[in-house]
């Protein structure tokens, strides 16, 4: 969520036989660098995790319980 702004997408994998979908959702900010909300509903547990103040521009990794593991455009030191 971007102030009055909300998207919604789900992952689906394993579309047809011997394939695999991209597990990667993409989100349309546009001038906005900054997500208010992101709200991730993990299917086999309903629970809902919530991360605030997430920056643009980046691919993020979520584990269920763990959060957001790592950016994957972030430099390892």
């Not at 990667?24 to 809902?48: I, M």
């Not at 919530?50 to 584990?63: D, G, P, Y």
């Amino acid at each position: 969520m971007t102030g009055k702004h909300s998207q919604m997408d789900e992952v689906h994998s394993g579309t047809s036989v011997m394939s695999q979908s991209d597990l990667r959702l993409h989100f349309g900010l546009g001038k906005t660098q900054t997500v208010d909300l992101l709200e991730v509903k993990w299917p086999t547990t309903q629970k809902v995790e919530q991360f605030k103040q997430v920056k643009a521009n980046q691919i993020l990794t979520i584990r269920e319980g763990s959060g957001i593991v790592a950016p994957a455009n972030s430099k390892s030191k």
